[in-house]
């Protein structure tokens, strides 16, 4: 790998950037003597240019992260279940692509073995579990066999070994706290579009039912053309009930009270299917 394909690998890691960018230079001096030479300049401009970058780069705290809406990116990734294409492997079923800061971690461990509980209702609704962090993939092993020990819980969902490069580029390292995964969740549509993006800090543990709720009223908005209010199906206005979308023009608005139970023209809502 050449200096300038390692340059990028390190702006792209967002982790400790600055410093690795130096440790770069020093390591590769004679090469950069070269590109100034060549480029007719002093290898004071060169390596100024290249420090100018990095320090660009850390302050814009720039992250490839896809965004609702987006494909999520293809990624060959390892796991402890083998090797894996994302999202290719699941075309087909909805997925639940969640980070935690580290293995062996207490917090981490308490959600590991509430997602697998709640295993069978992500079954239930087509959706597969995915988790990741910054750890080797024999640190995944060896954990999730001490979660069974302790716990007689069977991890039963993969685990990605993830790159700090590989981690930041889809969001999952926020410079601003630490060089650890955050607790991100991606839910992903079975034609791989990021839907909903959630991002909790390492201090607090992820609440899997509002999880497997956020899938489920996914779902039946693009099963019924909808939207569901908060706290679906316990909403305090409408209960279970979906929202129709609101009338766009006069003749629609004029007609939806006929047609739906409404508070105005502009909020009527329906029997869910």
């Given amino acids: 790998m050449g200096f300038n394909e390692r340059l990028q690998e390190i702006l792209d890691s967002q982790v400790d950037v600055v410093k690795k960018v130096m440790n770069l230079v020093s390591e590769s001096i004679d090469e950069l ?3 100034a030479k060549a ?3 002093s ?3 060169v390596i100024e240019e290249i420090m100018q970058k990095a320090i660009k780069t850390k302050k814009e705290g720039r992250m490839g992260m896809p965004l609702l809406g987006d494909k999520f990116p293809s990624l060959n990734v390892q796991t402890t279940h083998g090797p894996m294409s994302l999202p290719d492997d699941l075309k087909g079923k909805w997925t639940v692509l969640f980070s935690h800061p580290a293995d062996f971690t ?7 073995v509430s997602f697998q509980k709640h295993k069978s209702e992500f079954d239930a609704i087509n959706t597969q579990l995915i988790g990741l962090s910054i750890d080797q993939v024999f640190s995944h092993i060896k954990w ?3 979660i069974k020990e302790k ?3 069977e991890i039963e969902f993969p685990i990605i070994a993830a790159t700090d490069t590989l981690a930041a580029q889809i969001g999952m390292v926020h410079p601003n706290k630490g060089t650890n995964t955050v607790r991100a969740v991606f839910i992903i549509d079975p034609e791989g579009v990021v839907r909903t993006i959630l991002y909790y800090p390492q201090e607090i543990g992820r609440n899997i039912p509002e999880i497997i709720r956020a899938v489920k009223a996914l779902q039946k908005s693009d099963a019924e053309g909808v939207a569901t209010p908060a706290n679906w199906p316990e909403n305090e206005l409408i209960g279970d009930k979906v929202i129709i979308p609101p009338a766009t023009d006069c003749e629609t608005a004029a007609k939806r009270p006929k047609e739906y139970e409404c ?5 009527c809502y329906k029997e869910s299917k």
């Fill in 151 to 153: 716990f007689d819980v």
């Fill in 33 to 35: 003597k070269e590109k």
């Fill in 39 to 41: 480029e007719k300049r």
């Fill in 263 to 267: 508070f105005d023209w502009w909020f």
């Fill in 106 to 112: 207490p917090v981490c461990t308490t959600e590991f």
């Fill in 144 to 146: 999730i066999e001490w």
């Fill in 43 to 45: 290898l004071e401009d």
